[in-house]
């Protein structure tokens, strides 16, 4: 069922464990923010959300490497959030040991793992782990469609160009009801169609301009999985966002955040610098940012929910150095007040 009926609409939140300041504008270690990454995942629980994604990255930037840790962690301390990822980068993992981790995963939080699986907007894990970036797509590739047949949990007989093949190879543990996988996707109808092909959900990253400029990517997907002889599987979007008491308040609050991560990756990606006024536009109804009151924030997350028709949408509520203290508000306004508006103004 769709997000046309608002009662089955989930509402998750991402993080990638950005290294953050405190309230005095000290750097706090990679130690402390893995541990705020926990807190911030039983908050996310407590208040009501259905998901709590965490993404992997090999950087200074970010503190989770390691995002099934953490989220083994915080499934001890949770009882009915979903647990995933935002994304594993599987290009550069092995498809069988992620399974084996996620299967576990989903033992010890009692069935509540998900796997988000993606290439990664960042190329630092492909020399990290011997990968070459020339076998960029075909990794992928390959991959994706090993894991895929390791969701089926049944003996698997492979073989590719980049990898040892399988023969009758059976993996363990098994699940006791199945691994529910996804496909994040930047935004080609390629990555789209491939997503389909094998069955996995949709998660499209909207990290600048409008969300309708996805309609067709949602559509692609629908049409390909009737294509493909699949039956239904979600649509989700993931996008930054931060929500305070106020617009103003949200925005002042943020934009220190945003402007920081968005200058340091692009002086290695050729962009311009960032400023206020672009901030400004990205808040506003055309853009991927939803920071704002909870009002505000409610209202462009029903509009993007009604234009996708989504089953899905995950906010990533760490940008930058924006401290502990005010993700943890943010989470709680998320919960307390955008979900029930979200879900009235969808009635």
Sequence with gaps: MTASDPSTLELGLDTFGDVTRDESGNLVSDAQTIRDVVEQAVLADEVGLAFFGVGEH???????SSPEIVLAAAAARTRSIHLGTAVTVLSSDDPVRVYERFATLDAVSNGRAEVILGRGSFTESFPLFGYDLRDYETLFEE?????????????????????APLADADVFPKTENGLRAWVGVGGTPESVVRAA?????????????????????????RRSLEAFGRGPSPVGVHSPGHIADTDQQAWDEAYEGFEAMNNTIGRERGWPPYSRMRFQRDVGPEGALYVGSPETVARKIADTVQTLDLDRFDMKFSTGTLSHARMMRSIELYGSKVAPLVRDMLA
């Design 143 to 163: 991959k994706l469609e090993l894991f895929a047949q390791l969701l089926e949990e049944k003996p698997v007989t492979w073989q590719g160009t980049l990898r």
């Design 197 to 221: 092909r094998y069955g996995y959900g949709l998660m499209l990253a909207i990290i600048g301009g409008p969300a309708d400029r996805f309609r067709p990517f949602a559509s692609t997907y």
């Design 58 to 64: 090999h950087r200074p930037e970010f503190a989770v």
